[in-house]
Structure formats: C-alpha cells, structure tokens
C-alpha cells in the first residue's frame, strides 16, 4: 500500500552533520522525498510531536533535546513506507540496533539517535499534519 510517513534529523544529526547521509539511504531504498524542511522546534510542537510519550521518565529531557537545535523534517512516500523506513533506521537503542542501519551506524545513546520515524500509519499522520501543510507537499 502506498503510504506517506515522517522522519525527523533530530538536533544531534544536524549538528554531526548527518542530513545527506539520512536522505541517501531513504533516497538509495527506492522511498520518494515528498516534503523537506529544517526547523526549530518550539517546545509546544515537539510536546505535541511526542503527546504519546507524556508522564514517562524520559518526557521532560527528550523535549529539552528535541528543541536543543534545529531539526530536518521529511515527509516520505513509498509502498509500505512506515514499515520499510522503521527497518531502515533500526531499533530506538543504538546499542541494540544492527550496524547497516542508521542507528546503529550513527546513533550515540537511546536518547540522541540520529532519527525519529513515524511508528505506524496512524502516527505518521497525525506527525505529518504537524509539520507540514498541505501545500507543502507534492503530490
Ligand atoms: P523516537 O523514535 O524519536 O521516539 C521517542 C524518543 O524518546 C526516542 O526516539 C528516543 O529519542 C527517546 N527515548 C525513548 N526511550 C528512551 C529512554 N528509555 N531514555 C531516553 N530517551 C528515550
């Protein structure tokens, strides 16, 4: 199924430099780039971005890191595109997440690892609706 989903360079892979290398491998796996755009986060967007995650532990620094820097946001097109996407950037663990994908390759600890992507159809939605407007998007 056709499907459309988001996946953000979060402020430690724009900081290291690692854009290109994030857009190459989804570009390189046959997915199709259908909105760009770097932004800073403001503390409401990234509370909203990360609603799900509200009361855990890890909340309150996640938010500090999420708006510590400018981010890169991609809205991705492609057949099973969440799915194929979530393998491409690997387990939220960099430690446990296989070299070949992106964090593993990249990733420095479960916190700043590189990339955040969509986990399901529903999500990704929701996640694109709050970074881009319509227009933004090509069709
Ligand atoms: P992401 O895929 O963006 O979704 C939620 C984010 O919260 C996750 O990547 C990590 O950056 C962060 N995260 C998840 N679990 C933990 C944890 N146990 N400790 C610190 N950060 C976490």
Known sequence: MLERTLVIVKPDGVRRGLVGEVLRRLERAGLRIVGLKMLHLSRPLAESLYAQHRGKEFFEPLIEFMTSGPIVAICIEGDNAVSRVRAL????NPAEAPKGTIRGDFGSNIRENVVHAADS????QREIALLFREEELIS
Do not use: M, R, V
């Not at 950037?89 to 939220?92: S, V």
């Not at 159809?121 to 990704?124: G, W």
């Open 121 to 124: 159809l529903q999500h990704a």
């Open 89 to 92: 950037i690997g387990p939220t």
